[in-house]
């Protein structure tokens, strides 16, 4: 893959930096920053709303971008998708719509250990307002979910089940396509969250069979405050709107309201043309490179940090021991040394890394840890970044005056 580096302004603003944080959130392409300062500068204006020509330009711009979304994850319309504010937004929104309208006292939510936050403080919220059972599906050590366990753990009761398509904290790759055809078979439905799978591989959200899917765009390059929900058509047909106002209304009297179409029912008021821009930018900018060649060069990457970190003594890699389970994220600890406190030293060298919980804390629990160390990749990092991340790796011990 040729060196993208040089498409992202902030390395020639900061070329020292070994930025290995992308899984919380990615910097943006020059192309990108080009698209959205565009239409600020050349089609700003309230879309949906205005007849004139420049709100056109701004109504097309927002739909553009909805048809590039639906083709990226290969959607059946684009009635499907919603834009949101990130993924967290989305999966509120499913909890809340879905959940608050279908789930009644006696009925199960199932959730996987390893969720984020975002896809776990919702479907709580829910579980006390509707009196149905939270529960958890556990995996092993290494991260692994199996088709087994999910059998297991669904009961007729099991409405919903949420997942991750790969995790924050071990970076693994889950089976959702088999889960979707075990869930359906049950008659549940499955919630995938994909922050950290779309930027990085192909999605087919057909192909997959889920039932909702949802992602943030400033984790695949695009700028902050957009996000995606998709949703099969005749569930988001029956769902109640999320937030009610401007853009999402059809008809309102002094009583009472009804409801724009699919998917303006779900985008109450001024919408984030800009944002939606980017996100079309950076599918596209995404789609010029391709994905044969992002995954085999982050694969790459991962393989070559990952067996050099198996080389350091007291270096603890979280998950699976096989590279190939980790899919641009490694996550670890450090004997004896606290995570922020590694985290500080790294600064010091200039690699920018994650250190806490990830807001996976449920999962550290789990897992007996406090909180650990994240390292994150995306398709402009290169070797220089690991070998300058690997090398203060081998210091952190005795700069805490351990060694």
Sequence with gaps: MRNTKSDFPVFAAYPDIAYLDSAATTQKPQQVLDAAAHYYREENANPLRGLYDLSVKATDAYENAR?????????????????????????????????????????????????????????????????????????????????????????????????????????????????????????????????????????????????????????????????????????????PPFLSGGEMIEYVTRESATFAELPHKFEAGTVNVGGAVGLHAAIDYIRSIGFDEITKHENALTAYAFEKMRGIPHVNIIGSEKAEAHLGIITFTVDGVHPHDIAAIFDADNVAIRAGHHCAQPLHQYLGVQSTVRMSLALYNDERDIDLFVNTLKTVRRRMGLE
């Design 67 to 239: 048809i590039a979304v639906r083709d990226y994850i290969h959607a059946a319309s684009k009635r499907e998708i919603i834009f949101t504010r990130n993924a967290t937004e989305s999966l509120n929104l499913i909890a809340y719509s879905w959940g608050r309208a279908n789930l009644c006292a006696h009925d199960e939510i199932l959730v996987a250990i390893s969720e984020h936050h975002s896809d776990l403080l919702p479907w709580q919220a829910v579980s006390r307002e509707t009196g149905a059972k939270l529960r958890f599906l556990e995996c092993g050590k290494s991260g692994l979910y199996t088709e087994e366990d999910l059998r297991k753990a669904l009961t007729p009761e099991t409405k919903i089940f949420a997942i991750a398509q790969v995790s924050n904290v071990f970076g693994r790759l889950n089976p959702i396509r088999e889960f979707a055809e075990i869930c359906h078979k049950n008659g549940t439905l499955i919630v995938c969250d994909g922050a950290q799978s779309v930027p990085h591989i192909p999605v087919d959200v057909q192909e997959l069979g889920v039932d909702f899917l949802a992602f943030s765009g400033h984790k695949m390059y695009a700028p902050m405050g957009i996000g995606v929900l998709y949703g099969r058509r005749e569930l988001l047909e029956k769902m």
